[in-house]
């Protein structure tokens, strides 16, 4: 199990975003939270296997492909914290 953290920018407020990550995270054996940055940005968290959190992640910028512009990650060690995914705030 590991954890990836995601940052999308591009015009990805206010367009439905979040409830996408939310929909197609029900999809895959995923937790963690996807949330609006302050800076106009939005961040994912998801904990899994590799190949689940890189499937999902997949979908979501497919999906969303003519609102991002960028994607940008990191990756550390699972921490467990969530039991599902969700909207973060």
């Known amino acids: 199990m590991i954890q990836k953290r995601f940052h999308f920018t591009g015009d990805v407020q206010g367009v439905g975003f979040r409830y ?3 929909r ?5 054996d995923i937790t963690g939270y996807v949330k609006n940055v302050s800076d106009g940005s939005v961040e994912c968290v998801a904990e899994g296997t590799a190949e689940e959190i890189d499937s999902f992640i997949e979908r979501l910028q497919q999906t969303m492909s003519g609102y991002i512009r960028q994607t940008t990650q990191e990756q550390s060690p699972a921490t467990g914290r969530w039991n599902s ?3 973060g705030y």
Do not use: K, S
Request: overall charge neutral; aromatic content about 18%.
């Open 20 to 22: 996408t990550a939310c």
């Open 85 to 87: 995914f969700g909207v």
């Open 24 to 28: 197609i995270a029900g999809g895959f």
